[in-house]
């Protein structure tokens, strides 16, 4: 069976988030070959998005006339445009990201047209007419395989899991295609929630969740001080700085950088754990980093069980010499 897959995508600054050419790639290896997909975006910078959608895979683009581009905290807004283009589009599969907004949107999209969902997916095969789909269940202790019995399907797409076609940096690099753009125009009912202002605490810094580098501080930095040499690691990368519950506990730096369990899940290339012991609830959101550096001085610490390679000393020797180095190249 050929599917029909609606990408519900997301912007953040008025530029395209990676995630939704991920859920993009994603929607391809629903459809199949003969499939096609269908890239939902919003707001009056959308013709400039149309390029990167078609050069990731997108074969029609569903342009929605809304003056807030930004899926963030506009959840009930942005339903509205969803759920039209569902109605008009019928797809028989729907993608988002895994993002703040995506765990927001989806279950109430699969509410609304009566359909399955199936959240944080890392995983998509395609054999035959079937498709299933793996996501790690019990904090990432196992993972399980599951597909949908009835359509239409929701699905929401783990960040930097899957491979867009063609990644681009930004839009100006991605070829100029034909593709048709259809409108789909929400119907006016009243909000029942009204965004009013949206305080951005980390604005200029990389998305945690998006960082291709992600270096982490635990309780081993002994301070919001610790995390200086931290971050000039993270900046001489071009990545982000994430942290242990235990250095959130602690005072030494904000909850939105808490990595976890109850924290933000990472899949980085790169992501170097600083002072980090590596509870199971910590290894919850970032063991499916591609490669995971550790460095810790004590030689027994749980994180060298998952870590591709361990630094085993003082944090505050190693991590700016690291700094040093890379600053170099
Ligand atoms: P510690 O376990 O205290 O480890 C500090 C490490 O730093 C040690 O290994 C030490 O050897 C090393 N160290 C100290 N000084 C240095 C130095 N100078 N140089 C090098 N190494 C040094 N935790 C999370 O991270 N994320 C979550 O989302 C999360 N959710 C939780 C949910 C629940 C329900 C519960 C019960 C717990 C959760 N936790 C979570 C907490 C988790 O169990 C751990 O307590 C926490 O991860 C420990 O943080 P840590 O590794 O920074 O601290």
Same mark, same amino acid.
């Given at each position: 069976?050929?599917?029909?897959? *609606?990408? #519900?995508?997301?912007?953040?600054?008025?530029?395209?988030?990676?995630?939704?050419?991920?859920?993009?790639?994603?929607?391809? *290896?629903?459809?199949?070959?003969?499939?096609?997909?269908?890239?939902?975006?919003? =707001?009056?910078?959308?013709?400039?998005?149309?390029?990167?959608?078609?050069?990731?895979?997108?074969?029609?683009?569903?342009?929605?006339?809304?003056?807030?581009?930004?899926?963030?905290?506009?959840?009930?807004?942005? *339903?509205?445009?969803?759920?039209?283009?569902?109605?008009?589009?019928?797809?028989?599969?729907?993608?988002?990201?895994?993002?703040?907004?995506?765990?927001?949107?989806?279950?109430?999209?699969?509410?609304?047209?009566?359909?399955?969902?199936?959240?944080?997916? #890392?995983?998509?095969?395609?054999?035959?007419?079937?498709?299933?789909?793996?996501?790690?269940? &019990?904090?990432?202790?196992?993972?399980?395989?599951?597909?949908?019995?009835?359509?239409?399907?929701?699905?929401?797409?783990?960040?930097?899991?899957?491979?867009?076609?063609?990644? &681009?940096?930004?839009?100006?690099?991605?070829?100029?295609?034909?593709?048709?753009?259809?409108?789909?125009?929400?119907?006016?009912?009243?909000?029942?929630?009204?965004?009013?202002?949206?305080?951005?605490?980390?604005?200029?810094?990389?998305?945690l969740s998006?960082?291709?580098?992600v270096?982490s501080g635990g309780r081993?930095?002994? =301070?919001?001080?610790?995390?200086?040499?931290?971050?000039?690691?993270?900046?001489?990368? =071009?990545?982000?700085v994430g942290a242990s519950r235990g250095a959130c506990d602690a005072g030494y730096c904000d909850y939105s950088m808490q990595i976890g369990q109850t924290g933000k899940v990472v899949?980085?290339?790169?992501?170097?754990?600083?002072?980090i012991?590596?509870a199971?609830q910590h290894?919850a959101g970032m063991?499916?980093?591609?490669?995971?550096?550790?460095?810790?001085?004590?030689?027994?610490?749980? #994180?060298?069980?998952?870590?591709? &390679?361990?630094?085993?000393?003082?944090?505050?020797?190693?991590?700016?010499?690291?700094?040093?180095?890379?600053?170099?190249?």
């Amino acid at each position: 069976m050929n599917h029909l897959v *609606l990408v #519900i995508t997301e912007q953040r600054d008025g530029a395209l988030r990676q995630v939704s050419l991920e859920a993009v790639a994603a929607a391809r *290896l629903i459809a199949g070959d003969g499939g096609t997909v269908v890239a939902l975006v919003a =707001g009056s910078e959308a013709a400039s998005h149309i390029a990167m959608l078609t050069a990731a895979g997108a074969d029609r683009i569903a342009f929605a006339a809304d003056p807030v581009p930004e899926l963030s905290a506009h959840t009930e807004r942005h *339903l509205r445009a969803a759920a039209e283009a569902v109605r008009q589009i019928r797809p028989t599969a729907v993608v988002l990201g895994h993002t703040a907004s995506g765990k927001d949107m989806a279950p109430r999209l699969a509410a609304q047209l009566g359909a399955g969902q199936l959240s944080d997916v #890392i995983q998509i095969e395609r054999s035959g007419d079937s498709v299933s789909f793996t996501r790690p269940i &019990y904090a990432g202790k196992a993972f399980e395989k599951r597909s949908f019995s009835k359509l239409p399907w929701v699905v929401t797409i783990r960040p930097n899991n899957f491979k867009p076609a063609a990644p &681009y940096e930004n839009a100006a690099d991605a070829p100029a295609t034909d593709v048709t753009v259809e409108t789909v125009t929400a119907p006016d009912v009243p909000l029942r929630t009204i965004v009013k202002q949206i305080a951005k605490r980390t604005s200029g810094k990389t998305d945690l969740s998006e960082a291709k580098i992600v270096v982490s501080g635990g309780r081993g930095v002994a =301070g919001s001080d610790g995390f200086k040499p931290l971050e000039q690691l993270a900046e001489a990368l =071009g990545g982000a700085v994430g942290a242990s519950r235990g250095a959130c506990d602690a005072g030494y730096c904000d909850y939105s950088m808490q990595i976890g369990q109850t924290g933000k899940v990472v899949t980085p290339e790169l992501y170097i754990a600083c002072g980090i012991s590596g509870a199971i609830q910590h290894l919850a959101g970032m063991s499916g980093s591609r490669i995971i550096v550790a460095i810790n001085k004590d030689p027994e610490a749980p #994180i060298f069980k998952v870590a591709d &390679y361990g630094i085993v000393g003082d944090l505050f020797e190693i991590v700016p010499l690291l700094a040093e180095e890379f600053k170099r190249l």
